[in-house]
């Protein structure tokens, strides 16, 4: 039914902050879609790129996407986070590229690291870069926000990259109003992130909002873990344990959904989405340092990654 | 009624204690997490900080800004209090300050300017007020800091008070808007209303929490004013409506090329002749009826439906990304205008604006730029620059050879295609442009146009 601002607001009607940032980023896509010749969205099966789908929805409907789906698969994810990628790519009915670190392992353009902190997140970048060169891409949009880690609190919506992949912090394009420059020679290319402005908190307010389906990971369940460095890992077949670790059960939820290598899970009881808004409104701690083993390396360790091409 | 979403500014070089201030601001709201602080009670003590958090390392998120404990570029923060969410644009003050501050600007709502009690209105303070009033920031919050080290002294304050209201009071003069102020039903015409705050960012003072060091001063503390000020946005339904068309959307096309097009589209069978004209509402409102004008043509024709994916709306107002599809077939494309006929946005090829100058090459007349504007990309060449702003004493000089890079001038401009626009006074989405170099793509000026060329 239509409805009629006038009659559903006060004097002076404006947007809720989160229709707001929702036309923003609608903006951005649309930006991108016009103005790059072959634009890829990254699909993690993640929340933050969950919502990037939505949002392409909003902007290009009724018509398909005007790009192609890619997720870089380190064969190291929850089975579960694979499982709804699939599912949701079909209800889509878009076209999923999967760009495989076994791959790029296999053919011997990395080397997988051993030992029991061995993880396959590093190895993500040149796979991602090898993807990007293959397929032409000159635009990636990512669903990075600024509030996640201090080096992304600096980079630009549209985050140009030259064609090492990197990016450079010192020498970024001034963005000024809603004008986005996405100007690029060839094989340069532009990361290009929509929800930069939105927060955690933010993110999950719209899933709830849009009612969006996410990998039942996120919800509060009994998994098996062992505790390393304060984090409570998934255990997996094949994961190595350090003296002294052992395997417990425990009722865990994520808050954030990488490599199963690097990603911890938080204690916690939320089973519903309102339950998740309700914990993230309440936490005390940021998502990336609760969570994260990469970005723990160094005071750096994002701004580093960044510089080499990660997105 | 306040706004839900505030983004302001704040700009100021490395004494001024903007970074303080912010980290004050996070810290004393709570917004900051846990492993942030510890991470800065890592660096402060490696800093050898004697115990005290070092709040401005809060903000720097760059390894070359924590080593030489400066700011280099823009930075977005993000915080929000049970009555409001906030964007800070956290601008340095030094290398390329113009760049800095007029990009930090060209999104806000409201600036805080500082200035340091002891050192008085300098240059800096004045500078930063001067840009946020050419950008049309609607409000300005002064923070006079550093009061503890003026033994938070009333007659100081108010000295200082004076002393930057007399400027303020010449802004429009420089900004050369003091002409149509007065006249204009527009609010970024209008002067920007300023309050004024004594504050501590070191110690706390009047930040978030009242300071009780400052028994004369009865206002609000500077989180109170930023919870509830009222940026004088005008009601989206008394201003002229602007419907930049952003994307063709038809299912019936191939639209990318290197794509798959049989695969279907998940919202249902799309119907074969369905055609939207996609974009964003810079302003005002459109209704499902409305008689409408696609500029730079002129043509003429009737909306017949506004789409968004979750339904038809009958009516829509900025910022409202949206779909109109439109009665007659007329040949609509990306960059071109769609509003009212008795309310057209003003339609030329050659036009005034002040450009701010972003790059260490100068721009001189005779050279030719890429120029954006709204969602549509010109050939631009500059044909006389005709003063420039002496951004140090604030005065318009006139004539001038070049723009260098922090320079704010004058220029004239020729466009090859004609561009539909408002003077930035009254509309900032399309009333700005970016230029762009040809061989580097480097974005190198900011526009704010005035009017079209007599």
Redesign the interface.
């Known amino acids: ?6 009659m559903a607001v ?8 989160l ?6 980023a ?2 951005v896509m ?2 991108v ?2 103005e790059l ?3 890829v969205l990254l699909f993690s099966g993640g929340k933050d790129s969950i919502v990037l789908l939505r949002l392409a ?12 789906l890619m997720h870089v698969d380190t064969g190291h994810n929850f089975a579960e986070v694979i499982e709804f990628r699939d599912r949701r790519v079909a ?5 999923l590229i999967v760009a495989s670190v076994q791959e790029s392992i296999d053919k011997g353009r990395v080397v997988e690291e051993t030992g029991p902190r061995a993880s396959r997140n590093q190895l993500q970048t040149v796979t991602l870069l090898d993807a990007i060169a293959e ?2 891409f000159d635009a990636a949009f990512g669903g990075a926000r ?2 996640e880690e ?5 980079e630009r919506v549209f985050s140009f990259r030259d064609d090492f992949g990197q990016w450079d ?2 020498n ?8 986005y ?1 996405g ?3 060839k094989g340069e290319n532009v990361r290009v992130f929509p929800i ?2 939105w ?1 955690e ?1 933010d993110v999950w307010e719209y899933i709830d909002s849009e009612q969006l389906e996410v990998p039942s990971i996120y919800f509060s369940h009994v998994r098996d873990v062992f505790s390393r460095d304060g984090m409570l890992y998934a255990w997996r077949e094949g994961t190595e344990l350090i003296d002294g670790e052992e395997i417990f059960s425990e009722t865990v939820r994520y808050r954030t959904v990488g490599d199963m290598s690097c990603t911890g899970g938080v204690l916690s009881q939320a089973t519903t989405l309102e339950e998740v808004v309700v914990e993230i409104a309440a ?4 998502e990336r ?2 969570t994260r083993a990469d970005d723990r390396v160094s ?2 360790a994002m ?1 580093d990654r960044k510089k080499a091409g990660y997105f | 009624m306040t706004l839900d979403l505030l983004r302001f500014t704040t700009a100021g070089a490395v004494d001024d204690g903007k970074s303080t201030l912010i980290g004050r601001l996070l810290f004393d709201a709570k917004q900051v997490f846990e492993d942030q602080l510890e991470h800065v009670a890592q660096a402060s003590e490696r800093r050898g900080g004697a115990g005290a958090l070092d709040l401005a390392l809060l903000t720097d998120g760059l390894k070359a800004e924590r080593e030489q404990g400066i700011t280099i570029d823009v930075a977005y923060r993000y915080f929000a209090t049970p009555a409001r969410r906030f964007i800070i644009a956290d601008c340095p003050g030094h290398r390329q300050y113009t760049r800095n501050m007029v990009t930090g600007a060209s999104t806000a709502d409201l600036a805080v300017v500082l200035v340091d009690a002891r050192r008085g209105v300098t240059e800096q303070s004045k500078r930063h007020a001067f840009i946020s009033a050419l950008l049309g920031i609607p409000r300005m919050v002064v923070a006079i800091n550093k009061m503890d080290l003026v033994e938070h002294s009333q007659a100081r304050f108010d000295e200082l008070v004076a002393e930057f209201a007399e400027f303020a009071a010449g802004l429009g003069e420089i900004t050369g808007r003091h002409a149509t102020a007065a006249a204009s039903p527009d609010a970024a015409a209008r002067a920007a209303e300023i309050s004024y705050i004594p504050i501590s960012a070191l110690k706390g003072d009047n930040v978030v929490e009242r300071s009780g060091a400052m028994d004369w001063y009865d206002g609000p503390a500077l989180l109170e004013l930023l919870e509830q000020v009222e940026v004088a946005y005008d009601h989206p339904f008394d201003r002229p409506a602007r419907f930049p068309v952003q994307w063709v959307i038809r299912p019936g096309a191939g639209i990318s090329v290197g794509v798959d097009r049989d695969a279907p589209a998940g919202a249902g069978a799309p119907d074969p002749d369905y055609r939207g004209y996609a974009g964003q509402l810079a302003s005002g409102a459109l209704r499902r009826g409305d008689e409408v004008a696609v500029l730079p043509g002129g043509g003429r024709t009737r909306i017949v439906a506004i789409d968004t994916y979750d339904g038809e709306l009958e009516e829509a107002m900025a910022p409202m990304s949206l779909t109109l599809r439109l009665e007659d077939e007329l040949d609509v494309s990306r960059g071109e205008l769609i509003c009212r006929p008795d309310e057209a946005a003003t339609v030329a090829r050659e036009l005034q604006a002040d450009v701010c100058w972003m790059t260490d090459r100068p721009l001189r007349p005779g050279a030719r730029y890429v120029l954006k504007h709204t969602s549509r990309s010109a050939t631009a060449i500059v044909d006389r620059i005709e003063d420039r702003v002496d951004v140090h004493t604030l005065q318009r000089s006139q004539p001038a050879d070049e723009l260098a890079l922090n320079d704010i001038g004058r220029v004239h401009l020729r466009t090859n295609v004609p561009l539909a626009f408002d003077a930035y006074t009254s509309n900032r989405r399309t009333g700005s442009f970016i230029l762009i170099d040809e061989s580097s793509n480097e974005t190198v000026g900011a526009g704010l146009i005035a009017a079209a060329c007599a």
């Open positions: 039914m239509a409805l009629s601002l006038e006060a004097t002076r009607p404006q947007l809720s902050h229709r707001a940032l929702e036309s923003e609608i903006h649309r930006e879609a016009a010749e072959k634009p929805e909003k902007a290009f409907r009724p018509a398909p996407f005007p790009f192609p209800e889509l009915g878009e076209r397929h032409g600024r509030d201090r080096a992304r609190a600096k912090p010192k970024q394009r001034p963005e000024l109003w809603n004008l420059n100007r690029i020679k930069s402005n927060t908190l936490t005390r701690i940021t340092g609760e005071e750096a701004e």
